[in-house]
């Protein structure tokens, strides 16, 4: 499936189910040799996607397993041709390869056989990023979503009539499970709209009566810049959450003084499903004194959060370490990998290459990635803490901290700035901001102010990439 929020996306993932089939989600950013090699690695016999994309689709799908295709139009049960998000100024002609609306018209009344299926039969197959390694194949199976849409439902209280708005792109294991299917198993409606667009989504929430979404802090963010937002925009929302990447607790607080709503953090990743350490919707997550690190919230029901040492032994509470998880909602292994399997999910336990706190509570504080920590003349410094520092600077939109090769040093510590519409703040002011805040050797030794910072398609900010940037000469 190669598909952006649209109808048919949600359409094709309850056919192939009914089907006893897996849907292999991709990113239709994805082009040519990265769309292939996943293709590949799957193994996928059909191919869902747009007209628009199907002429490069099929050079690029030349000699692969691919057998069918389906192809659809982003114009077609939509309502509003809005050209934000659907540019295109005319409808396709539909394609002669299965097009999506002229076979459902052509089978109306028809269902498929009926089957046997299990709750370890695979539902979805959903790729990590593969910043550590090549892309791996998540196998989320039909008992995990079971089990991350039922707990995640509770936990909220999403109910029958219930407006969930996709907010998270549907290709993301997020969008896909907590947006998607929880509104199916939950009796809501769900609300789709295109591609994310800020404006478009800020109409979305009034026009649909939106009640709930997840989504990236960034696409908040984004919503909140748009000049004309204002509480009326969220007057039918009950619940807000957001996962993909841990909130500085400055942004939610501003965030709830202009529009009246907390924003809610979750945690998640492709090996769990989705979100399974979420903020209850009664309360406010507290901040971590030695830290000043915001929660993520806590378990949601069945899974077992610990923090590990390397050597896998628990530590007690509030001492760092990896954070692993175990529960109904982590898959069963990666797909044909079994010494990744082997690595990463030992007797099904998840080590999850986060670095994190518990507490005595079970409040759980993720503090960065592994792979993210910055040595500074041996002493260890964690992106997290020094990007929450620049977020309490006022005119401070969105921040990024990498470490970068430093010949006296080792590594030092680099940050890359978005700033708010007008605002003035110089990369002077910004590290003398951060001086007053952070130990010496945690502050900023380069800053640099820059319009955007490169994201992924869930809208996660994107350190590798600025990583390589500051590395070239």
């Known amino acids: 499936m190669y598909l952006q929020n649209i109808p048919q996306f949600v359409v094709a993932l309850l056919a192939l189910w009914k089907l006893g089939a897996t849907a292999l989600i991709l990113n239709p950013m994805y082009r040519r040799a990265e769309l292939r090699r996943l293709v590949d690695d799957a193994g996928a016999t059909g191919f869902v996607c747009r007209d628009a994309d199907l002429e490069e689709s099929l050079e690029t799908l030349a000699g ?28 396709p002609t539909a394609s002669p390869a299965n097009d999506l609306r002229a076979l459902v018209s052509a089978r109306l009344g028809q269902g498929p056989p009926g089957l046997e299926l299990t709750g370890d039969d695979i539902a979805l197959l959903t790729y990590t990023s593969g910043t550590t390694g090549p892309p791996k194949g998540a196998m989320n199976t039909h008992a995990n979503l079971v089990a991350v849409t039922s707990t995640y439902a509770a936990w909220t209280g999403l109910e029958s009539g219930d407006v969930v708005f996709a907010m998270a792109p549907l290709f993301h294991i997020t969008g896909a499970v907590v947006n998607a299917t929880v509104a199916l198993l939950a009796d809501a409606t769900l609300a789709l ?9 800020l109409e979305t929430f009034v026009e649909q009566g939106v009640t709930t979404t997840i989504g990236s802090i960034t696409a908040y963010n984004a919503m909140a810049a748009v000049p004309w937002v204002g509480a009326d925009h969220f007057a ?21 003084e202009r529009f009246g709503h907390y924003i809610h953090n979750a945690y998640g990743m492709t090996e769990t499903s989705s979100a399974v350490i979420v903020v209850p919707i009664a309360s406010r997550a507290p901040v971590e004194s030695a830290s000043g690190t915001l929660a993520i919230g806590m378990p949601l029901p069945g899974l077992t959060a610990r923090v590990v040492a390397p050597d896998g032994t628990p530590r007690p509470p509030l001492q760092q370490g990896e954070l692993e998880l175990t529960g109904p909602q982590v898959v069963p292994g990666y797909w044909r990998r079994p010494e990744d399997t082997a690595t990463t999910m030992p007797g099904g336990r998840l080590r999850t290459g986060d670095v994190a706190i518990i507490d005595a509570e079970g409040w759980v504080y993720l503090v960065d990635r592994l792979k993210d920590q910055i040595n500074v003349s041996g002493y260890k410094v964690w992106p997290r803490e ?13 921040v990024a901290v990498v470490g970068e090769p430093d010949e006296y040093r080792g590594e030092s510590v680099a940050a890359y700035v978005s700033l708010r519409a007008g605002a003035v703040a110089t990369p002077e002011s910004l590290v003398a901001h951060a001086r007053k805040r952070l130990a010496a050797y945690k502050v900023p030794r380069r800053l640099e102010i820059i319009d955007e910072l490169p994201k992924a398609q869930t809208g996660k900010i994107r350190r590798n990439v600025l990583r390589d940037r500051g590395a070239k000469p």
């Not at 057998?67 to 005319?90: A, C, G, H, K």
């Not at 709209?193 to 989504?201: I, K, L, W």
């Not at 039918?236 to 709830?256: D, H, M, Q």
């Not at 020094?386 to 969105?398: C, F, K, M, S």
Request: aromatic content about 8%.
């Open 64 to 91: 692969s397993s691919v057998r069918w295709t389906v192809t659809t139009s982003d114009r077609d049960y939509q309502t509003r041709n809005d050209p934000r998000v659907l540019p295109e100024l005319t409808h």
């Open 193 to 201: 709209a295109g591609r994310f667009h800020p404006e478009v989504a």
């Open 236 to 256: 039918s929302v009950k619940v807000l959450c957001s996962g993909g990447a841990p909130i500085p607790p400055a942004t939610v607080e501003r965030f709830e």
């Open 386 to 398: 020094v990007e929450d520092a620049l977020y309490e600077h006022p005119d401070v939109r969105e």
